[in-house]
């Protein structure tokens, strides 16, 4: 028996090394920040949208809710590994769900604009992750 060692298969170039993590991207930056921006969207409907003792329930309950159900789907270190149509459409509702706070707050121009911006990162960071 000889006592050489087998060769490591050579890494590719898109996978690091195990325990390692790719290095973000402009594109991870700007999918986290519109992700920051939709959670204070939704603490800000929250709390502007109902009388007293149900603003501090609903603007704090409601980002809460929307971190939980990123947290279980879409982070990087999701809970539950899914289908990427499912992360897609859970990213979506999140989406959607800010975009409307800012409607029903009266400003559909901010709510647009979000969207659009919002969709853009994550379709540029969907096909990110397919490549």
Do not use: K, Q
């Not at 270190?77 to 999140?94: D, Q, S, T, Y």
Request: hydrophobic residues 60%; proline residues 8%.
């Amino acid at each position: 028996m000889p006592d050489s060692v087998a060769p490591e298969p050579a890494a590719s170039a898109s996978s690091p090394a195990p325990g390692m993590r790719a290095p973000l991207s402009g594109v991870d930056i700007f999918a986290f920040v519109c992700e920051l921006f939709a959670f204070v969207s939704l603490a800000i409907w929250g709390f502007a949208s109902w009388p007293f003792p149900w603003n501090v329930v609903a603007g704090i309950g409601a980002p809460v809710l929307a971190i939980l159900v990123w947290a279980l789907f879409v982070s990087p270190r999701a809970v539950f590994a899914v289908h990427p149509f499912i992360r897609a459409l859970v990213e979506i509702l999140v989406y959607v769900s800010a975009t409307i706070a800012w409607w029903s707050l009266g400003y559909a121009w901010i709510g647009l604009g979000f969207g659009v911006i919002a969709v853009t990162a994550g379709v540029l960071a969907g096909r990110r992750r397919f490549a």
